[in-house]
């Protein structure tokens, strides 16, 4: 505005002011416009950008004793806060407890996410449950009552 003001009465360029005020709204709307668009990715729970589901599960998986990994969800709690739920299966022999520590410390160190939501599965250990996590409804659910909903068309 100073600097529209100087070429007003310098130069006598009447349009200086309009087209600074153009310019800063410019300048606004484009920083306005990124901020929009994190918002809107974190209120509908978007994956973050930075983060790559991919490389996520690749990391989980590297870890000894995990069998496989569904049901992944990363999304932005907050600006700067990641958050993550899981499921992994994994065999018997292994502890879940450290497993579950392993699995924390790696994605908090290579990723960033400290927030995390993790159900361990041992498929081993329930032997009549069917897994029907993509569907997303439930996971485990027991032969009998899952063949006895698909007879039912649900």
Known sequence: AIIAGLMIIGFGWMWADAITSILISLIIIFGAWRLILESVNILLEGTPPHIDTGAVESAIMSLEGVGGVHDLHIWTISSGMEALSAHITHNATVAHPRLLAAVREK????????????????????????????????????????????????
């Open 107 to 154: 994605l908090c160190a290579e990723f960033g996410i400290e927030h995390m939501t993790i159900q361990m599965e041992t498929p081993e250990l329930e032997p009549e449950a069917v897994y029907v996590c993509e569907t997303g409804t439930r996971c485990f659910e027991p032969a009998a009552k899952a063949n006895t909903r698909r007879g039912r068309g649900n």
